[in-house]
């Protein structure tokens, strides 16, 4: 069965005999390179040239993030297949019905919120209808996101301080998990996105900063409250405790040593989340080429 594969620095790795092969703190692990659906470099390391040209060949996606999980880059071979009707689709959208095509995405969260969290949320559905202006609607994308993290503080049973949702840097130990597990499963969607034709790069509600890839942030959006939740649970069964964290400048992280407790956590809840960007993006194809004009244009 292909799996995730992470390597936390620092580490050199290189191939042989189609396998991968990491070797650190003069310890080995080879790991046949057909068994590997994609590979995340955390931190400081050494990759031989015939590895990458391995990896692209395998069309194995490779992620680089710093050591605290933010991601710095992307190594992909296939960046766009030849499926140019869904980029066509994307486009013309992106073009004549960004609002609605938000909306569509935005309102999927707030469903999804209430069914995770067991909240009611019609106002800010109809709130949302209303709207004309994409930036009209990240004003509610920021309520309802506030409403569903406020719930996750009050299910949360087990003492560690979290208030609210913050980022750069997190805060606290929640927030550095909920980062963490974001971060992993933005890189989980990029591959999909890709080989299934998208414009990682055009968005209908983030925007494009630098390297990152908002289309795929756009995507998470409605399956984030099922993420959080799992993140939630992790905490209140006692997966992850205080000691798993540590101070590191203005930022809380998880140690090293408590990592391998997060990757086996992240591989258990892979398959469905996969599942759940699958049925994002049927929906939202769906949504693309409901407009017959798009359709006839091709």
């Given at each position: 069965?292909?799996?995730?594969?992470?390597?936390?620095?620092?580490?050199?790795?290189?191939?042989?005999?189609?396998?991968?092969?990491?070797?650190?703190?003069?310890?080995?692990?080879?790991?046949?390179?057909?068994?590997?659906?994609?590979?995340?470099?955390?931190?400081?390391?050494?990759?031989?040239?015939?590895?990458?040209?391995?990896?692209?060949?395998?069309?194995?996606p490779t992620f680089f993030l710093?050591?605290?999980?933010?991601?710095?880059?992307?190594?992909?071979?296939?960046?766009?297949?030849?499926?140019?009707?869904?980029?066509?689709?994307?486009?013309?959208?992106?073009?004549?019905?960004?609002?609605?095509?938000?909306?569509?995405?935005?309102?999927?969260?707030?469903?999804?919120?209430?069914?995770?969290?067991?909240?009611?949320?019609?106002?800010?559905?109809?709130?949302?209808?209303?709207?004309?202006?994409?930036?009209?609607?990240?004003?509610?994308?920021?309520?309802?996101?506030?409403?569903?993290?406020?719930?996750?503080?009050?299910?949360?049973?087990?003492?560690?301080?979290?208030?609210?949702?913050?980022?750069?840097?997190?805060?606290?130990?929640?927030?550095?998990?909920?980062?963490?597990y974001y971060t992993f499963n933005?890189?989980?969607?990029?591959?999909?996105?890709?080989?299934?034709?998208?414009?990682?790069?055009?968005?209908?509600?983030?925007?494009?900063?630098?390297?990152?890839?908002?289309?795929?942030?756009?995507?998470?959006?409605?399956?984030?409250?099922?993420?959080?939740?799992?993140?939630?649970?992790?905490?209140?069964?006692?997966?992850?405790?205080?000691?798993?964290f540590e101070q590191n400048g203005?930022?809380?992280?998880?140690?090293?040593?408590?990592?391998?407790?997060?990757?086996?956590?992240?591989?258990?809840?892979?398959?469905?989340?996969?599942?759940?960007?699958?049925?994002?993006?049927?929906?939202?194809?769906?949504?693309?080429?409901?407009?017959?004009?798009?359709?006839?244009?091709?």
């Amino acid at each position: 069965m292909k799996r995730v594969f992470v390597v936390i620095s620092p580490a050199s790795l290189y191939v042989s005999n189609e396998r991968l092969c990491v070797s650190r703190f003069s310890k080995k692990t080879v790991v046949p390179l057909k068994y590997v659906d994609s590979l995340i470099l955390m931190g400081e390391w050494n990759i031989s040239s015939k590895l990458v040209n391995k990896l692209l060949k395998a069309k194995i996606p490779t992620f680089f993030l710093s050591r605290y999980g933010t991601l710095k880059g992307v190594l992909y071979a296939d960046f766009f297949p030849s499926n140019q009707r869904v980029r066509f689709y994307q486009y013309e959208a992106y073009l004549k019905r960004r609002v609605e095509v938000a909306k569509f995405l935005l309102r999927r969260k707030i469903e999804e919120i209430e069914k995770v969290f067991g909240m009611n949320l019609m106002d800010y559905k109809n709130n949302l209808e209303r709207q004309k202006e994409v930036e009209n609607l990240l004003g509610i994308e920021g309520f309802v996101s506030s409403a569903m993290f406020e719930a996750f503080r009050k299910r949360l049973k087990v003492p560690l301080d979290f208030q609210k949702r913050e980022y750069r840097p997190p805060k606290d130990e929640v927030n550095a998990l909920l980062s963490l597990y974001y971060t992993f499963n933005y890189c989980l969607a990029l591959p999909i996105v890709l080989s299934c034709g998208y414009d990682p790069y055009i968005s209908f509600i983030h925007v494009k900063r630098g390297r990152h890839a908002s289309f795929c942030s756009d995507l998470l959006e409605p399956i984030r409250p099922h993420l959080t939740y799992h993140i939630l649970e992790a905490l209140n069964n006692k997966l992850f405790v205080k000691e798993d964290f540590e101070q590191n400048g203005s930022g809380v992280y998880l140690k090293k040593d408590s990592f391998e407790k997060f990757l086996n956590f992240f591989e258990r809840k892979k398959e469905e989340n996969l599942r759940l960007f699958s049925e994002i993006l049927n929906n939202f194809l769906e949504v693309l080429v409901e407009n017959e004009q798009s359709v006839n244009m091709l």
